[in-house]
């Protein structure tokens, strides 16, 4: 039966002192995967925190609530941990300080999704966001159609940056509001401003039927060219 306060079980559970090496190499060896996961996950998916914030909540969490709950968990083993991760961090980001590759290899860079009040078809295609969820982030914006929108960035944070045109420059774009964005047809009704409903390419046309030169989907819905309410 053990005994309170057995220091030795307290500190290393009768492990021996080279299983602090152990202890090293699985820290690094999760926090490299950790590193990796929450990368992979996408800029959205760590909204608000940056990845080395999520890991080390995820490491340091880990590795202080173990000893608390566990009587196998020596308090040593923990403490290397926790100086290993503490290690790694700092070296992460002393690395992305002063190695540009390094810093868009680990936290990615800003992206334009929005160009000239129209998708950067490209770009939007390798980030993983839902076009329902980006239109959501617009109308958050009180954003009604994209021909109010000059640029739109995905920042390396998750969030999502807008520049505007000026009231004058305001031009006709894919309405965002989903009462008018659901009305997307392959019949155009009437003559009037179109906005494909895929990449927001806009331009004029006749009742019928017509393809996107820019994407080639054939969907469209009629435009807006309302100003932003201040």
Not at 56 to 71: K, N, R, T, V
Not at 187 to 214: L, N, R, W
Request: hydrophobic share 45%; charged share 25%.
């Amino acid at each position: 039966m053990n005994k309170i306060l057995e220091w030795d079980r307290v500190l290393f559970n009768e492990m021996p002192v080279t299983f602090l090496l152990e202890v090293i190499l699985r820290s690094t060896v999760m926090f490299t995967f950790l590193l990796i996961a929450l990368r992979i996950t996408g800029k959205r998916g760590v909204k608000q925190l940056s990845i080395f914030e999520i890991v080390i909540i995820i490491s340091l969490g880990s590795a202080a609530g173990d000893p608390m709950f566990y009587e196998d968990v020596g308090i040593i083993p923990a403490l290397v941990v926790f100086s290993t991760v503490i290690i790694l961090y700092r070296s992460v980001t002393w690395l992305t300080g002063k190695n540009t590759w390094f810093e868009k290899l680990i936290e990615g860079k800003t992206v334009c999704l929005i160009n000239n009040g129209r998708f950067s078809i490209t770009e939007f295609a390798k980030e993983s966001l839902a076009q329902d969820e980006f239109f959501s982030e617009l109308r958050v914006k009180s954003i009604e159609h994209l021909g109010q929108v000059r640029n739109a960035y995905l920042e390396p944070s998750g969030e999502v940056s807008v520049f505007f045109f000026k009231d004058e420059d305001v031009k006709y774009g894919l309405p965002l509001l989903p009462e008018l964005y659901n009305k997307k047809s392959k019949a155009i009704m009437k003559d009037g401003y179109h906005a494909c409903s895929f990449c927001g390419h806009t331009e004029e046309h006749q009742a019928g039927t017509a393809v996107c030169p820019v994407c080639k989907r054939d969907e469209w819905v009629a435009a807006i060219n309302n100003l932003r309410l201040a």
